[in-house]
């Protein structure tokens, strides 16, 4: 789904850059295999692509989720703030990487609940708190503490939020071209 850019913005060249810039996207490509898109417009303010890849990090090793409740977090943030690229570049690594069962992944995309109560409630408390812009009340907390998950998983999805906020925007702004590796996962 393709949108206009809202800033006149060109992607960072990753041959014609140096300092920051050049060290984060080397180092992401290196990490990664090749370098999204996204990143090339992140690098020009480097602190954002910084952020992003701190948050995006501290995230996957430290917010006791598994890794398909990971994506679960992602998706639903991504798909709540309408980013085409992250949803399809989550939806990838959901079904590639992270485990997502099918069924569970097609009712993220769509907004619909979850076969899985686990994923659900996951899902649930991350829409609850992006829409409510980190003020769910007392019982969305509640629910989410009752689903079997505690304080650091709460913690875990403002972090979550933080990281998606860096990349959402972005891409909002630059209207990010979606790599061809998540092109199959592209909403039509």
């Known amino acids: 789904m393709a949108q206009a850019p809202l800033l006149d913005i060109e992607p960072a060249d990753p041959e014609n ?39 995006y990090d501290d995230f996957r090793s430290q917010s006791g989720f598994s890794p398909a409740e990971q994506e679960t977090v992602f998706l639903t943030i991504s798909r709540v703030n309408g980013c ?14 992270s485990g997502v069962p099918a069924d569970s992944l097609a009712a993220l995309r769509d907004g619909r609940p979850l076969p899985d109560p686990d994923l659900q409630a996951v899902a649930a408390f ?24 505690g304080e650091r998983q709460v913690l875990g999805v403002v972090l979550a939020i933080a990281c998606k906020t860096f990349s959402n925007y972005v891409n909002h702004l630059a209207a990010t071209p979606i790599d061809d590796v998540f092109a199959p996962f592209e909403a039509a």
């Open 84 to 97: 085409h690229y992250c949803t399809a570049a989550h939806s990838m690594i959901a079904d590639k990487k």
């Open 126 to 149: 991350t829409e609850a708190m992006v829409v409510s812009r980190g003020n769910p009340g007392k019982a969305a907390v509640d629910a989410f503490l009752a689903a079997g998950y």
């Open 17 to 55: 850059t140096d300092g920051e810039a050049h060290a984060l996207m080397a180092g992401a490509k290196q990490n990664l295999g090749f370098l999204p898109n996204m990143y090339t417009y992140m690098a020009k303010l480097p602190p954002v692509l910084d952020g992003y890849l701190r948050t």
